[in-house]
């Protein structure tokens, strides 16, 4: 699987945009890019995953870059409910049924009031 | 989605016992994954335990120490053995919730704490 690179920590102005970044150079071309967030003492919960093009969904969206090497994350007004740690992860759809995910340290964000 | 129910959520044992923790899903999944979260850490896989079959253990995890059951499509248990204080940890069972899509649906997991 290719690795990710995430800074560890972030800050956010809440009602302000959080945009999280990732750095996945070695993705190869059947890997997708999938988004979690773990919110303290609870489970990690999926947000979003997309291949090449910009994807939108109910709670973000993923911009990713025409070369793949790069992505970013996008909550559009960050509110206090929003602080956790969020995970890039990139990961080959097999079509084998469901696949392992390995998850790095994430980036922890933080939203101010 | 999947629902997942996990017990115990959380429990404090003595350095040897051993502890079952229990993962229970709303529907039929193939796969099942445990994960350990030690404090301030990320997740780590454990495991990937197949209907039917042997569990299939990440590097550094072995079976004596982290046994697995996976008795039908929507219960597994993952067994702490003799533990010790480096096992106090967070314990997440995760499975599919989309098929196809790779999307991993968490359990809220188990804290565990080892005196």
């Known amino acids: 699987d290719a690795k990710t690179t995430q800074p560890p920590s972030m800050d956010c102005a809440e009602g302000r945009a959080a945009n999280l970044p990732c750095n996945h150079s070695t993705i190869s071309g059947n890997e997708y890019v999938y988004w979690y967030r773990q919110i303290h003492s609870q489970g990690p919960q999926y947000i979003i995953h997309g291949l090449k093009n910009n994807e939108t969904n109910e709670m973000a969206s993923l911009i990713i870059t025409e070369d793949r090497k790069s992505s970013t994350l996008i909550l559009p007004h960050a509110t206090l409910r929003d602080t956790a740690v969020y995970y890039c992860i990139v990961r080959a759809l097999l079509g084998q049924g469901a696949q392992k995910l390995v998850f790095g340290q994430g980036t922890r964000l933080t939203i101010n009031p | 989605s999947a629902v997942i129910s996990q017990k115990p959520s959380r429990d404090i044992c003595q350095r040897g016992t051993s502890l079952t923790i229990q993962c229970q899903v709303d529907?039929?999944?193939?796969?099942m994954f445990w994960y350990r979260q030690q404090p301030g850490q990320s997740l780590t896989l454990i495991a990937t335990a197949n209907q039917g079959s042997e569990a299939t253990y990440e590097s550094g995890f072995v079976i004596d120490k982290f046994p697995i059951s996976r008795p039908n499509l929507t219960f597994s248990t993952l067994t702490v053995s003799n533990m010790s204080p480096e096992d106090s940890s967070i314990y997440l069972c995760?499975?599919?919730?989309?098929?196809?899509?790779?999307?991993?649906?968490f359990g809220a997991g188990s804290r565990l704490t080892v005196l």
């Open positions: 995760s499975v599919e919730s989309r098929t196809g899509a790779n999307v991993l649906t």
């Open positions: 529907s039929q999944v193939t796969m």
